[in-house]
């Protein structure tokens, strides 16, 4: 019964203590709230090794409950009262998949134990956004190739969404506090959402990740993306106060600037319509400007030689 203990344990270390200032501002820990007593009530650094460890509590809850239920269980020898994540009809989809993918789960928890901590303290260590991103690039990569997402990780996902709309395992009645109003409530939310179709969506959404491209993975390919707009970002950002308060035409000359958004922000705000679109034919004829902007932004960006030079707008 201690699994949802870590997840309040992570909301607690967001809200339990004072603020704290660091001495190098970390933009994600900005993001997300987070001081330096929060991150001691999650990791623990061991500076022999130069690495991050997790608390011990949430060690010992994922030592103790969460590995031997995933990794041992099965549904001939479950019963109500050695199980907690999982309920028998879950247990039986993630046990329906292809038999090389039937330690994915098991893979999956140890993987989360061992470089779970590292990953959160990478993230939240971050000294840009683009750095940030790059973690994230970087950690799912690496999942991707060892935990074989592309097809053990789509299977492990398909069974969960199968058995998501009969979800009755013990965890559900501890987050709800036994209060039958509220499981209820789960089983007719569940109803009402299309998991089908969320199922299918996030498998395609997998699929299109481990599709090939230029990059290895198309995942690669959609993060060098990612990385590339917060650059972009990050600039406008430090510079959007000098670009506020110019005028006309010094607006002008940062809108044909190829390392920033300013060019791509004026077309958006220069829409005076938002508010009244209605359907979808209007919203096309909405984009068609922005389309334009980033357009003449990506062919400009293509023939720029150096970062920062000033282009000719595009028609």
């Known amino acids: ?3 949802l203990s870590i997840i309040l344990l992570l909301y607690h270390a967001y809200t339990a203590h004072p603020s704290y200032i660091s001495e190098e501002p970390k933009p994600m820990r900005e993001i997300f709230d987070v001081n330096e007593y929060n991150i001691e009530d999650v990791v623990n650094e061991e500076v022999v090794v130069s690495k991050y460890v997790f608390d011990d509590e949430i060690i010992e809850v994922v030592q103790e409950d969460v590995i031997p239920e995933l990794c041992y269980l099965t549904s001939d020898n479950f019963t109500v009262y050695n199980s907690f994540l999982l309920d028998r009809y879950c247990l039986e989809e993630l046990e329906s998949v292809s038999p090389q993918c039937r330690g994915f789960k098991c893979e999956l928890a140890h993987y989360f134990l061992e470089h779970g901590a590292q990953i959160y303290m990478d993230f939240m260590n971050a000294a840009s956004y683009k750095e940030a991103v ?3 690039h970087r950690e799912l990569s690496t999942a991707f190739e060892k935990l074989n997402m592309c097809t053990c990780g789509r299977e492990f996902f398909k069974a969960l969404f199968k058995c998501a709309p009969f979800y009755h395992a013990n965890a559900l009645f501890y987050a709800t506090e036994n ?3 509220h499981t209820a409530q789960y089983g007719q939310w569940m109803k009402n959402l299309d998991v089908k179709s969320a199922s299918k969506f996030f498998d395609r959404l997998m699929a299109g990740m481990c599709a090939e491209s230029g990059s290895g993975l ?3 390919s959609i993060f060098n993306g990612f990385e590339e707009l917060t650059e972009l970002l990050e600039t ?4 959007y106060d000098d670009y506020d308060d ?3 035409k010094h607006r002008k000359s940062q809108e044909k600037r190829c390392d920033t958004l300013f060019g791509s922000i004026r077309t958006w705000t220069d829409n005076d319509d938002f508010e009244e679109l209605d359907g979808e034919e209007d919203f096309e004829i909405f ?3 922005n389309c334009g902007c980033f357009q003449g932004f990506l062919l400009r960006k293509k023939d720029a030689k150096r970062p920062g030079e000033l282009c000719t707008r595009a028609a």
């Open 179 to 181: 209060r039958s109003h």
């Open 236 to 239: 406008t950002l430090e510079e």
């Open 1 to 3: 019964m201690k699994f």
């Open 246 to 248: 110019g005028d006309r």
């Open 287 to 289: 984009s068609q400007p």
């Open 134 to 136: 790059e973690v994230v």
């Open 218 to 220: 198309c995942l690669n």
